[in-house]
């Protein structure tokens, strides 16, 4: 089966800015509506950040050293360009492969690798799968693996900001598997009714798991999903970093003034596997992978910078070792911390955990001292 609709942008057009290869905009684009140099270069690093942040968690995991990795490796233009529209007040509602965004608004590395790790400097307490990152900091929301919850709540965290006469927005991703869920339906259906100031974000990225993205909906496009729910929605060329800038810039802009949600596709490919769990060739032909290699959104976005003088190859392998030395210390230090408590179990829920909680985690203590603690066990997380 096929993931891609190799040659049909005809079909239903992608909104584009920059020229296939990168160094142009498209013909009739006013580049005065582009943003400024300084953001151009945070969305580059931020891109730059998670390739290398990938590439070594996924060999941390191939080592046995972090448990699950979902890397974004190919979707860095459609994450971290849409992610740009957004404010330090405005809330993010993330899917499986966002976490860059936190990083992106934040959240430092070494919190990220903590996290990764689960040790006790993981704001999750290790209670959470990796590769599901949380940032109370910066309004970065711990994503549930339960496809498409996280829309809803974005809704809600939208209705409490215009409840609250807030100009805060909510930005809710969700990938192209996900819109087949109820969240999807009941989060646009509710955005719709109430205009709450969210905009959704679909990360089309050809597949979900091994189902194909031609195979998830008999719709004209994701963007047109949109029209069912009273909203604008529009389809975007995901590899195209600054076409995904404009286009989720007007749609924060749109839900700020008050005008309501809209949704917005960003239609790129997942270069890597599901997960560190999966085998994609298995199930996709690998002449797919090449036609969307060469379509790599950080070599485009980099030829475009380059030809405008706004980076030079010094700069990026001044960036490259910089960031890499940095990802090696979180790794470092976060090695060189223990599990969080077995205390901590019982944490955060409640102000005073319950007399039921507190026997257990006595009872846990009592078996950890005297038989000690559970041997590590052979064991896989199928997805
Ligand atoms: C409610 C629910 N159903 C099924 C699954 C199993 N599952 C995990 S990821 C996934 C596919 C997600 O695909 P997509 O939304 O396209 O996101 P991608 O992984 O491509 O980023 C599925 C079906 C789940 N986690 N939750
Ligand atoms: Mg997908």
């Avoid at 223990?338 to 944490?347: K, N, S």
Wanted: aromatic share 6%; proline share 5%.
């Amino acid at each position: 089966m096929s993931g891609i609709r190799l040659g049909d942008p005809g079909t239903f057009p992608l909104r584009k800015v920059l020229s296939e290869e990168g160094t142009d905009c498209v013909e009739g684009f006013d580049e005065a509506g582009l943003p400024p140099r300084d953001t151009l270069l945070t969305v580059y690093r931020a891109m730059l950040t998670t390739r290398l942040l990938d590439d070594r968690m996924l060999k941390l995991q191939r080592q046995g050293r972090v448990a699950f990795v979902g890397t974004a490796t190919g979707l860095e233009a459609a994450i971290h360009g849409s992610a740009a529209a957004f404010q330090a007040q405005d809330w993010v509602f993330s899917a499986l492969r966002e976490g860059g965004v936190a990083i992106q608004r934040g959240m430092t590395l070494d919190a990220y690798v903590a996290h990764m790790f689960g040790n006790e400097q993981d704001s999750a307490k290790g209670r959470q799968m990796p590769n599901h990152p949380q940032c109370k900091e910066v309004n970065f929301v711990s994503w549930s693996s339960v496809i498409g919850t996280q829309l809803p709540h974005a809704v809600g965290v939208a209705l409490a900001m215009k409840a609250r006469g807030e100009s805060a927005v909510a930005c809710a991703y969700i990938g192209d598997g996900g819109t087949s869920s109820s969240g999807f339906h009941s989060a646009l259906n509710f955005a719709g009714v109430t205009k709450a100031p969210v905009v959704f974000v679909v990360v089309d990225n050809g597949w979900a798991i091994s189902v194909p993205s031609s195979a998830q909906t008999a719709s004209r496009s994701y963007g047109a999903k949109a029209s069912a729910y009273g909203m604008p929605g529009e389809d975007v060329d995901g590899n195209d970093v600054l076409a995904c800038m404009v286009a989720v810039d007007e749609a924060a802009e749109r839900a700020r003034a008050g005008d309501g949600p809209s949704l917005v596709c960003l239609r790129t490919y997942r270069m890597g596997g599901h997960s560190s769990s999966d085998d994609p060739s298995r199930y996709r032909d690998e002449e797919e992978v090449r036609h969307w290699a060469d379509r790599d959104p950080i070599l485009r976005f980099e030829r475009f910078l380059t030809r405008r003088d706004i980076l030079d190859e010094k700069d990026r392998e001044e960036w490259v070792t910089e960031i890499t030395g940095t990802i090696a210390s979180a790794v470092d230090k976060a090695e060189a911390v223990g599990p969080p408590a077995l205390e901590t179990l019982v944490e955060d829920v409640w102000a005073n955990p319950p007399r039921h909680l507190r026997k257990q985690v006595v009872e846990a203590l009592r078996v950890v001292a005297e038989q000690g603690a559970a041997e590590e066990v052979e064991g896989r997380f199928p997805l």
